[in-house]
């Protein structure tokens, strides 16, 4: 739980393992400022198929700020909009397992949380707000997640959405 959670300092790894599928692990650490949360989670799987390991962001008021699912290594950035306490929750999230040890690294690069999606932001009523002209940076944590945005045009005209993924497939 929150309440049992071990400490995470910012920029040093620190190893878990989950014991069992139900098994889950609470991380804490303290944010200085607002700013660009990067959390790496290094698994010993290698699966693009099966998804072995979770790991979900939250503040201090247990808001969930950004989850994700993989069966590999992956680094993902949040933004957080307030100096204080955040949480790391490592879990299982489906039927597979693994019991190897993991590597859990959190930093934050201080600044400004705009640019970057907030979740959840899954429905048009719960849409992340865009600023025309201004690049935001969001995450699919899942094949089932869904991202929306939303913005304000001034007149009838031309929009033009430019969209920069990951791949090249």
Known sequence: TTSTANALTLGSAIKGQLSSSSDVDYYKFTASSAGAVSIALDVPTNSSFSDYFSFTLYDSSNNELGSYS????????????????????????????????????????????????????????????????????????????????????????????????????
Request: net charge negative; hydrophobic share 35%; proline share 2%.
């Open 70 to 169: 993989t069966g590999q290594d992956l680094t993902a950035s949040l933004g957080v909009s307030t100096a204080g306490t955040y949480y790391v929750k490592v879990a299982a999230p489906s039927f597979y397992h693994d019991a190897g040890q993991y590597s859990l690294t959190a930093s934050l690069a201080a600044g400004s949380a705009a640019g970057f999606e907030a979740e959840s932001n899954s429905t048009t009523s719960t849409a992340n707000a865009l600023t025309l002209g201004s690049a935001i940076k969001g995450q699919l944590s899942s094949s089932s997640d869904v991202d929306y945005y939303k913005f304000t045009a001034s007149s009838a005209g031309a929009v033009s959405i430019a969209l920069d993924v990951p791949t090249n497939s």
